[in-house]
């Protein structure tokens, strides 16, 4: 899957703030004397728009989860987590054709990907002499209990911030803010993973973006591939560590 981060509108903002803005675009054109004070009035009303909105976007999400509605918490971090774009660019084929058609532009990517993650899945047998020693490999003291519920928020709270998501664009900012209403949740489920002995087809997918390297933007060639697994299966890597 290849996918852009698109910035989403802020539907947020009051009337009033917007009536400011106005004002203040106005007074600049004039060069009235006004226009700082009209600044700073618009950026108070702006901010405080914010905050009555996170106000209203946190309480219930904390609600959800204290009546059972898991479904209804999980609908709320999708909404406002925002949703990707497809991918746009300009690209050629092998030929130095110019490819026309969002469909037919997902072709030299996928190709150029698929080489360039290509590995020989033959297995490597070692050649070893008839007089070759082998030694015992040491025994560690391992625990295979299921992990607490403070392993999990404990591996929530070690992730790190300002990174990309994965595949449900959902970013570790929003599990870090609320690891008590999230860590109960997540370590069910990871606790089920845990006895199936089978994780969830979505944690081992990823999205896989084109980071240019150099030279011709158009050329899939001049691309190496980043993946983006989802904060959830991070999480889970966390435990494992």
């Given amino acids: 899957m290849f996918a852009f981060a698109q910035r989403r509108r802020s539907d947020w903002i009051s009337g009033r703030t917007l009536q400011l803005s106005a004002q203040t675009t106005r007074a600049r054109s004039r060069n009235d004397t006004s226009v700082h004070k009209l600044q700073k009035l618009t950026t108070m009303s702006a901010r405080g728009d914010q905050q009555k909105y996170w106000s209203e976007t946190v309480t219930p999400m904390k609600q959800a989860p204290n009546v059972g509605h898991t479904r209804k918490l ?52 070692p050649s070893l002499s008839s007089s070759a020693e082998f030694h015992p490999f040491p025994v560690y003291a391992v625990s295979c209990n299921f992990p607490s519920e403070d392993e999990v928020a404990d591996a929530i709270q070690r992730l790190y911030r300002n990174r990309a998501p994965g595949e449900y664009d959902i970013p570790a900012e929003i599990y870090k803010s609320y690891v008590e209403t999230l860590a109960p949740w997540l370590h069910e489920v990871i606790e089920q993973a845990w006895k199936d002995t089978v994780v969830p087809n979505d944690w081992a997918s990823d999205i896989l973006v084109p980071v240019f390297t ?21 999480v889970l890597t966390i435990i494992f560590q």
């Fill in 74 to 125: 999980y609908q709320i971090i999708r909404q406002f987590s925002g949703k990707p774009s497809s991918l746009s660019d300009s690209v050629c084929d092998v030929n130095g054709d110019l490819i026309a058609g969002s469909p037919a532009k997902v072709d030299p990517w996928r190709e150029h990907f698929e080489h360039f993650l290509d590995f020989d899945e033959q297995p490597i047998t």
């Fill in 214 to 234: 150099k030279r011709d933007r158009m050329e899939c060639g001049n691309y190496r591939g980043k993946s983006l697994i989802d904060v959830v299966a991070k």
